[in-house]
């Protein structure tokens, strides 16, 4: 009894010893953090999206205070108040960071691309991908399984109904890249959000000769090079027959939609063109 008496001493003992050894040493080389991480991380969403391009919010709070501003650093999930009062902690300054909203580099709906087999399997984008084209013409096309949307932290992607395409929320997407990495075939791309929200681009991703890819999806690139001769800016280029708008470069004209023969080039939230004939009758 006296053994198990003192062993549980000895042991306590040593217990007590070494806490109150960790403790000296915790406070003797403690660091001090600065406070205004703490700030910074209170005024961000906590989502850990990884969008400003940093391993989590706190990380990214940590880099703005050791940069002491928040020049080319965005969080779009924190909006734009919040990385104002962010901005605000070093003294202000404009926030010069380009926000970015996911689009799908796809157009090939139910109507544009026809089935050419039954595919009975699980419904994963991934996993149809491997076994082949899938059941649409297009093997460069949306799968539409939704594994994007299933990546979604944000709730910013759906499967519309009709198309079976995956439609983007602009206004929940925070342009983190996760539905980026998700897609198997690359379909989704972050551009930047552009000026009031209008972006161009084109929404196609197949590389086959125009009638190979024509005969896919009547909405497929053909590589004509309309649209690049149509840029005044220089912003369009065709490479492996498809063509790709240099957001950086393009003025928002939108004169290579005009051109498209099929219809591959988009361009959204611009205005709606104005009748003169019709207000002119007015």
């Not at 342009?175 to 972050?190: A, F, I, Q």
């Not at 190979?212 to 004509?224: L, Q």
């Amino acid at each position: 009894m006296d053994s198990i008496f003192i062993s549980t001493i000895a042991l306590g003992g040593v217990g007590a010893l070494a806490a109150l050894l960790l403790y000296v040493v915790s406070r003797r080389f403690a660091v001090k953090e600065d406070g205004r991480i703490g700030e910074v991380e209170s005024l961000l969403p906590g989502a850990n999206c990884g969008a400003c391009g940093f391993n989590g919010c706190h990380d990214f709070a940590v880099q703005c205070v050791a940069r002491g501003s928040v020049d080319g650093m965005l969080c779009p999930g924190a909006g734009a108040e919040n990385m104002k009062r962010i901005s605000g902690i070093f003294g202000g300054g404009e926030v010069t960071a380009v926000a970015r909203v996911a689009v799908l580099k796809c157009a090939g709906d139910c109507a544009r691309r026809h089935a050419m087999a039954d595919y009975d399997g699980p419904s994963v984008c991934a996993i149809v991908n491997r076994v082949g084209a899938g059941s649409l013409s297009c093997a460069y096309g949306c799968i539409g399984c939704g594994d994007c949307v299933d990546a979604c932290r944000f709730g910013a992607l759906r499967i519309d109904e009709d198309s079976r395409l995956p439609v983007v929320d602009e206004s929940a997407c925070t342009g983190c890249g996760v539905c980026v990495s998700r897609c198997p075939r690359h379909l989704m791309e972050l551009r930047p959000a552009g000026v009031k929200g209008c972006r161009v681009w084109v929404a196609c991703s197949n590389k086959e000769r125009g009638a190979v890819a024509r005969r896919g999806c009547t909405a497929a690139c053909i590589g004509c090079g309309k649209c690049a001769k149509a840029c005044p800016f220089g912003a369009i280029e065709v490479s492996g027959n498809l063509a790709y708008v240099d957001a950086s470069k393009c003025r928002l004209c939108r004169k290579c939609v005009g051109v498209c023969p099929t219809g591959a080039i988009h361009a959204v939230n611009f205005p709606a063109p104005v009748n003169r004939e019709t207000e002119v009758l007015k």
